[in-house]
């Protein structure tokens, strides 16, 4: 079995929507792969199709499982250490790690959903997110948003990826439109500065979710993203965990 990450630049540049996509070509190329959030803050307590949580999306592409796709649910709409003080809740890194391990063995893979960005931190010590994505030894997928801005937030997430020795597969850009000079000059110049390949964009959709239920839509979602990168990476990371 194999483990993906998929982290952000940082909050609402679309790591769910990714994840989501990732979890149907990979499910579609390899077999049954799983998505996986270990932490969610800010889910209300009355959700509407307006307000889905991570989870309610993840099953537009996975049938129910007995699996958890989420351990900590927090109300509050903060970082996670912040969110779990003040609902009193401690969240337990090798809880998250035995989660993913039981995973393991039942899927082909893993996807697994950072929240927040890099060094969003998990506990009132100042752990981040980084120091998770290390501790689980999975290679990454950087979500970033399309638009103005996304050069320096991204090339400092590689940059802080890259210093923690952690294998950086590519870029997907979100909320893209349709050949938007900004956007597709961001794309080369990421690429120019970090030597880090933008594998795919995810284009702007005023209803996203009603494109994610539909396997049609959702192909047209990817239809730009270079799915055998993705595939090969991830299939040579399986070959990689069963060596270790």
């Given at each position: 079995?194999?483990?993906?990450?998929?982290?952000?630049?940082?909050?609402?540049?679309?790591?769910?929507?990714?994840?989501?996509?990732?979890?149907?070509?990979?499910?579609?190329?390899?077999?049954?792969?799983?998505?996986?959030?270990?932490?969610?803050?800010?889910?209300?307590?009355?959700?509407?199709?307006?307000?889905?949580?991570?989870?309610?999306?993840?099953?537009?592409?996975?049938?129910?499982?007995?699996?958890?796709?989420?351990?900590?649910?927090?109300?509050?709409?903060?970082?996670p250490h912040l969110a779990a003080k003040l609902e009193h809740i401690h969240i337990n890194r090798e809880k998250l790690i035995q989660q993913i391990?039981?995973?393991?063995?039942?899927?082909?893979?893993?996807?697994?959903?950072?929240?927040?960005?890099?060094?969003?931190?998990?506990?009132?010590?100042?752990?981040?997110?980084?120091?998770?994505?290390?501790?689980?030894?999975?290679?990454?997928?950087?979500?970033?948003?399309?638009?103005?801005?996304?050069?320096?937030?991204?090339?400092?997430?590689?940059?802080?990826?890259?210093?923690?020795?952690?294998?950086?597969?590519?870029?997907?850009?979100?909320?893209?439109?349709?050949?938007?000079?900004?956007?597709?000059?961001?794309?080369?110049?990421?690429?120019?500065?970090?030597?880090?390949?933008?594998?795919?964009?995810?284009?702007?959709?005023?209803?996203?979710?009603?494109?994610?239920?539909?396997?049609?839509?959702?192909?047209?979602?990817?239809?730009?993203?270079?799915?055998?990168?993705?595939?090969?990476?991830?299939?040579?990371?399986?070959?990689?965990?069963?060596?270790?």
């Open positions: 079995m194999a483990r993906l990450f998929v982290t952000g630049t940082g909050t609402d540049v679309g790591k769910t929507i990714v994840t989501t996509l990732l979890t149907d070509v990979l499910t579609n190329e390899i077999g049954d792969v799983f998505p996986y959030k270990p932490i969610q803050t800010g889910v209300s307590q009355d959700e509407d199709y307006a307000n889905l949580s991570d989870e309610k999306v993840y099953r537009f592409v996975i049938n129910n499982s007995e699996q958890g796709h989420c351990t900590y649910y927090l109300k509050h709409p903060y970082s391990t039981r995973i393991e063995i039942e899927y082909k893979g893993i996807i697994i959903e950072g929240a927040g960005g890099l060094f969003v931190p998990l506990d009132e010590c100042g752990y981040s997110m980084i120091q998770f994505i290390k501790e689980v030894n999975s290679p990454i997928i950087l979500v970033a948003d399309a638009g103005l801005g996304t050069i320096n937030h991204t090339v400092l997430s590689i940059l802080a990826l890259q210093s923690k020795d952690i294998p950086v597969i590519g870029v997907i850009l979100n909320f893209a439109g349709k050949n938007n000079p900004l956007e597709n000059d961001n794309a080369e110049m990421i690429q120019k500065m970090t030597g880090i390949n933008v594998i795919g964009t995810v284009p702007f959709k005023n209803n996203i979710h009603s494109y994610l239920q539909s396997r049609e839509k959702r192909q047209q979602l990817t239809s730009n993203w270079d799915i055998q990168l993705i595939k090969n990476t991830f299939i040579q990371e399986c070959h990689n965990h069963e060596s270790r």
